[in-house]
């Protein structure tokens, strides 16, 4: 577990052991499974969780009761289900929920200011996972307001690559703004094309 976690801070510091070790102090991690939400409508984003097997969503409900799936966080993945309400302490828009039994470790709010203090190199990891998940989430809105579906589905499978054979269709179908029926419709013409 804490190996997948090393070589995902590896990616933007470089922790001491004792680094390290003050990060795990302040993370717990946690089993959860399948359908149970870490994050409700009205509830403030209080952590962020590391996803080290397993996949969570992000989504909204709209005022007729459709889901629309924002994000996805599959193993690797940092995910607080609601940013803006993390970082700003205003009331979540979206849920969070798991679509598979997934383990994860999570670190509050409170425990990543004391962990700014004890080992600054955290605070430019997460800068920079924050900095990361904004052009994440403008470049997803560029697409969904210029590309076609297929546009979209393909930005999807980059995004995801292992995703697909996993989770339920009907979530991809929100993810890239179509209905299920029509996402399958579309699925058989483009295999149809590459035969």
Not at 22 to 27: A, E, G, N, P, T
Not at 164 to 169: D, K, L, T, Y
Request: hydrophobic letters at 35%; proline letters at 4%.
């Amino acid at each position: 577990m804490h190996e997948a976690l090393i070589k995902n801070l590896r990616r933007h510091i470089d922790p001491t052991r004792e680094e390290t070790e003050v990060f795990l102090s302040l993370s717990v991690s946690k089993t959860i499974k399948r359908k149970e939400l870490l994050l409700k409508e009205g509830d403030m984003a209080r952590h962020q969780f590391f996803v080290i097997n397993g996949c969570l969503r992000t989504y909204t409900i709209d005022s007729g009761g459709k889901e629309h799936v924002l994000m996805f966080a599959p193993e690797d993945w940092w995910c607080s289900g609601d940013l803006n309400s993390f970082l700003s302490g205003q009331k979540s828009v979206n849920l969070l929920e798991s679509l598979e039994p997934t383990t994860l470790l999570q670190i509050s709010k409170d425990n990543l200011d004391i962990l700014y203090q004890r080992a600054p190199k955290f605070e430019r990891f997460f800068r920079v996972l924050f900095q990361n998940a904004f052009v994440f989430h403008q470049n997803r809105i560029n697409a969904n307001l210029s590309q076609p579906a297929e546009g979209r589905y393909d930005l999807f499978t980059k995004a995801y690559p292992d995703l697909e054979n996993r989770i339920p269709q009907k979530y991809i179908a929100s993810y890239i703004g179509v209905t299920p029926e029509f996402f399958s419709q579309m699925k058989a013409n483009l295999y149809h094309k590459k035969s």
